[in-house]
């Protein structure tokens, strides 16, 4: 068998081999990224902190509202207790009491909606607390598929390298040197067919004289245009 030949077969492995390898890295990556459960946690993680965060604001306005409240009553019963008659004290705790009543009617304005922000982060927190359950349910079954099809396929991988050593006996050194580096060069096709004196990997029409010498030489041809190992 002609050494093109050999490499054709070669080749033919490769492409499974290719092919496989792809498929075990995709697996792989499926694996370490846990399918979504990574992201999944994450973001429960996050919503958990904003439970915690709304939580904290709205504990933080009820207990502004609370304090000004108490502040209020401390200056209207200095304010009308009748004990403090200077003008001067008297204008600076109307102004004190107007502010306070500023203050609290802002904060009360605040706390319903500071509730309300933190009902819904944790809505959200639970939504994802059963999402991410679930997730990790589902992922037992999926981890043990993909585990189980990874082996397989790592099996699959290592029958196509013997194969493609067993193959690789019986081709010298050089062209085995040429086709290995060709391989990835030429995006897997390192030995092209020839038809109709068209060279089957760059689709172009082969000269007469690389036709004559693919007919008689020992040696490999190389299509002058795309560089590959021809075939006849
Ligand atoms: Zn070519």
């Known amino acids: 068998m002609s050494s093109a030949r050999l490499l054709l077969d070669m080749q033919e492995i490769d492409q499974r081999l290719a092919t496989s390898a792809a498929e075990f890295r995709k697996l792989a990556s499926q694996l370490e990224s846990e399918g979504n459960l990574k992201r999944l946690r994450e973001d429960s993680e996050s919503s958990r902190f904003k439970v915690l965060e709304t939580r904290l604001a709205a504990g933080k306005l009820d207990a502004e509202v609370t304090a000004l409240k108490t502040r209020m009553e401390d200056i209207e019963s200095r304010l009308y207790g009748g004990a403090i008659t200077?003008?001067?004290?008297?204008?600076?705790?109307?102004?004190?009491h107007n502010l306070?009543?500023?203050?609290?009617?802002?904060?009360?304005e605040s706390v319903g909606p500071a509730k309300l922000a933190a009902e819904q982060a944790a809505t959200k927190h639970d939504s994802l607390q059963v999402q991410l359950l679930e997730t990790e349910e589902e992922w037992k079954v999926t981890s043990r598929e993909l585990k189980k099809r990874a082996r397989d396929v790592s099996k699959v991988c290592k029958g196509l390298e013997m194969e493609r050593n067993g193959a690789s006996e019986g081709v010298g050194e050089r062209d085995l040197a040429l086709y290995r580096n060709l391989l990835p060069r030429k995006g897997g096709v390192a030995v092209a067919r020839v038809?109709?004196?068209?060279?089957?990997?760059?689709?172009?029409?082969?000269?007469?004289?690389?036709i004559g010498q693919l007919k008689s030489a020992d040696n490999l041809v190389m299509c002058s245009s795309c560089g590959r190992i021809l075939l006849a």
């Open 86 to 96: 200077n003008l001067r004290e008297l204008t600076a705790l109307e102004e004190e």
């Open 100 to 108: 306070s009543k500023r203050n609290l009617a802002a904060a009360e």
């Open 195 to 210: 038809e109709r004196g068209i060279c089957q990997g760059c689709r172009i029409k082969l000269p007469i004289r690389e």
